[in-house]
């Protein structure tokens, strides 16, 4: 880890411990990170940096098992298990937060581009862009009028609904790195054509990602496209 890395992730761990202090005391703060509240105090007041190693803890284990429980606490099933997420994909600092928590977390390869589907998985897919310092593209289901050239991918549903997704041919150069996001996963149909679009564009998949996955069918159906990591930062059954 060089010089920049250190500082950008011991800063990434500082942003985890604050937004977590906004709900909590110091010493809630400190039962739920393992750490001295005084050292806590110390770091969200930006008296000091924590160390590389514990900087590491705070974003990659205490981060994500604590994000995943902030994640639970916004979302909603209805009576048919349809998820209610909106108080998630509308909070743009709870995802800039969750972006380098994945990153530690599931060890993705820096991306040149982050692909995602329209609409939803935008403000994640813009935030994990940030985070990589890469593109952002996102695929719809129907084609812009002024562009000529697009990546199409298309599949018959279960239900005998077909699902078509087409990104501009520009948007992904062949050789470059992309990593598929999104912001549920339950059957894995979406994912499976967002890969699709990155294998015919001849790039190489980073990993996929995906805030909430309902079941394991979906995680499942991806890694048997892909090799890369694959990972949710929370799972319901």
Same mark, same amino acid.
């Given at each position: 880890?060089?010089?920049?890395?250190?500082?950008?992730?011991?800063?990434?761990?500082?942003?985890?411990?604050?937004?977590?202090?906004?709900?909590?005391?110091?010493?809630?703060?400190?039962?739920?990170?393992?750490?001295?509240?005084?050292?806590?105090?110390?770091?969200?007041? !930006?008296?000091?940096?924590?160390?590389?190693?514990?900087?590491?803890?705070?974003? !990659?284990?205490?981060?994500?098992?604590?994000?995943?429980?902030?994640?639970?606490?916004?979302?909603?099933?209805?009576?048919?298990?349809?998820?209610?997420?909106?108080?998630?994909?509308?909070?743009?600092?709870?995802?800039?937060?969750?972006?380098?928590?994945?990153?530690?977390?599931?060890?993705?390869?820096?991306?040149?581009?982050?692909?995602?589907?329209?609409?939803?998985?935008?403000?994640?897919?813009?935030?994990?862009?940030?985070?990589?310092?890469?593109?952002?593209?996102?695929?719809?289901?129907?084609?812009?009028?002024?562009?000529?050239?697009?990546?199409?991918?298309?599949?018959?549903?279960?239900?005998?609904?077909?699902?078509?997704?087409?990104?501009?041919?520009?948007?992904?150069?062949?050789?470059?790195?992309?990593?598929?996001?999104?912001?549920?996963?339950?059957?894995?149909?979406?994912?499976?054509?967002?890969?699709?679009?990155?294998?015919?564009?001849?790039?190489?998949?980073?990993?996929?990602?995906?805030?909430?996955?309902? !079941?394991?069918?979906?995680?499942?159906?991806?890694?048997?496209?892909?090799?890369?990591?694959?990972?949710?930062?929370?799972?319901?059954?």
């Amino acid at each position: 880890m060089n010089r920049a890395e250190k500082a950008a992730l011991q800063l990434q761990a500082v942003a985890v411990l604050r937004t977590l202090k906004e709900t909590r005391t110091y010493d809630e703060l400190a039962e739920v990170t393992g750490l001295p509240a005084g050292d806590l105090n110390r770091y969200v007041n !930006g008296h000091v940096l924590p160390g590389a190693e514990r900087a590491q803890e705070v974003v !990659g284990g205490i981060g994500h098992e604590t994000l995943a429980a902030e994640l639970e606490a916004r979302i909603g099933f209805d009576d048919e298990g349809y998820v209610d997420n909106s108080g998630v994909v509308f909070d743009q600092p709870f995802l800039d937060l969750v972006a380098p928590v994945a990153a530690e977390s599931f060890e993705f390869e820096t991306p040149d581009v982050v692909l995602t589907a329209a609409t939803d998985g935008i403000t994640l897919g813009a935030a994990m862009a940030s985070h990589f310092d890469a593109r952002v593209a996102y695929a719809k289901k129907s084609k812009e009028t002024a562009v000529e050239e697009f990546i199409e991918s298309r599949q018959r549903l279960a239900s005998g609904i077909e699902l078509t997704y087409y990104l501009p041919a520009g948007a992904i150069d062949a050789g470059e790195s992309v990593l598929v996001v999104d912001d549920l996963i339950r059957s894995g149909e979406t994912q499976e054509l967002l890969l699709d679009i990155a294998l015919q564009a001849d790039a190489d998949v980073a990993g996929v990602f995906a805030l909430i996955a309902v !079941g394991d069918e979906g995680t499942d159906r991806a890694s048997e496209i892909t090799d890369a990591p694959v990972g949710a930062l929370t799972r319901f059954e």
